[in-house]
Each structure stands twice: as C-alpha cells, then as structure tokens.
Nanobody, 126 residues
Framework: QVQLVESGGGLVQAGGSLSLSCAAS????????MGWFRQAPGKERELVAA????????IYADSVKGRFTISRDRAKNTLSLQMNSLKPEDTAVYYC???????????????????WGQGTQVTVSS
C-alpha cells in the first residue's frame, strides 16, 4: 500500500518559519516528480512547489518564490518544504503529491499526480 505522510505543520507567527516533510512508503519515488500543494478554506487546491526526479528542476508558485524551498532525498524517499517569511495568506492544508511515471515533470497541474497524502495544517497568525 502506497502512503505519503506529511508532518511538520503547526501554528506560527507571521515572519516565522516551518519545515514540512513527506515520507513515502510502499514504493520508491526516486525516479518520479513530486510536489507540494495547498488548499485554503473556501479556495481551490493550488500548486506550491514541485521538483523533478533528480532535483534538477523545480517550479514554484509566484506567491512563494524566494520564501519557500522544495527539496528531496531520493535515498530516503522523502520530500521537504522549507517555508520562511511566512504570511497569514500561507495558511492552508498542505499536501504532498507524487507521480507514478518515471523521469517526467515536474508538473503544475494536480491531475498529473497520482498519489496524495492526507495533508498537514499550517496556520500563520498575524
């Protein structure tokens, strides 16, 4: 059974930092694109950042560029998101996603990701 489990969410003040992690189990994603998405109350889920299989290509939402950094550890089958200079508008449930195909991506479109975690809540207070 494939599982993606996010951790690291919580409550932080504006200007603070959080680091999210996603641990994958059940199969290896070392050759697959992975990404972070988020969904705020009353809004659609949106891309935060995504990374290709070897980490050589990354994409970010304009709203997080320069503040968030996505990375991965292929050997450990994990994905990370370092979030700095957090703003109240970053408040959302953050989801980890992974593709099932090899050597493609990263993708901005959530429909192209096949596996999803349950999400972790990030709340930024003003």
């Amino acid at each position: 059974q494939v599982q993606l489990v996010e951790s690291g969410g919580g409550l932080v003040q504006a200007g603070g930092s959080l680091s999210l992690s996603c641990a994958a189990s059940g199969r290896s994603f070392r050759r697959s694109a992975m990404g972070w998405f988020r969904q705020a109350p009353g809004k659609e889920r949106e891309l935060v950042a995504a990374i290709n299989w070897d980490g050589g290509s990354t994409i970010y939402a304009d709203s997080v560029k320069g503040r968030f950094t996505i990375s991965r550890d292929r050997a450990k089958n994990t994905l990370s998101l370092q979030m700095n200079s957090l703003k109240p508008e970053d408040t959302a449930v953050y989801y980890c996603a992974a593709d099932s195909t090899d050597y493609l991506g990263p993708y901005r479109t959530e429909d192209l990701y096949d596996y999803w975690g349950q999400g972790t809540q990030v709340t930024v207070s003003s």
